[in-house]
Nanobody, 125 residues
Framework: QVHLVESGGGLVQAGGSLRLTCAASGFPFSIYAMGWFRQAPGKEREFVASITSNGDNTYYADSVKGRFTISRDNAKNTVYLQMNSLKPEDTATYYC??????????????????WGQGTQVTVSS
């Protein structure tokens, strides 16, 4: 079955960086788009970034554009989220998910079926 394990979260000061990792198994990783969402307390889960199966195309929420970078290593079945210039409003639990084709991943959380357990990111001011 699909198994997603996120790691790399932690506590960081504003302006700092973190690199999140999502290790995937149980499905043909290299033929699916992948993405990251986040959920802050009391808020809905929101889209952060996605990447097509071959890594050629990436998409970002406006709130993270220019600060976050999504990438993947198909040989390792892993997707990454490099987060720079972190802000307190980036504080959330971050989740990775699987798209529904090589090219597409919905930006609506309820459209995704598979989620990892999440990794907590806390940015202090």
């Amino acid at each position: 079955q699909v198994h997603l394990v996120e790691s790399g979260g932690g506590l960081v000061q504003a302006g700092g960086s973190l690199r999140l990792t999502c290790a995937a198994s149980g499905f043909p990783f290299s033929i699916y788009a992948m993405g990251w969402f986040r959920q802050a307390p009391g808020k809905e889960r929101e889209f952060v970034a996605s990447i097509t199966s071959n890594g050629d195309n990436t998409y970002y929420a406006d709130s993270v554009k220019g600060r976050f970078t999504i990438s993947r290593d198909n040989a390792k079945n892993t997707v990454y989220l490099q987060m720079n210039s972190l802000k307190p409003e980036d504080t959330a639990t971050y989740y990775c998910t699987v798209g529904d084709s090589p090219l597409t991943l919905s930006t609506v959380a309820s459209h995704s079926t598979f989620w990892g357990q999440g990794t907590q990111v806390t940015v202090s001011s």
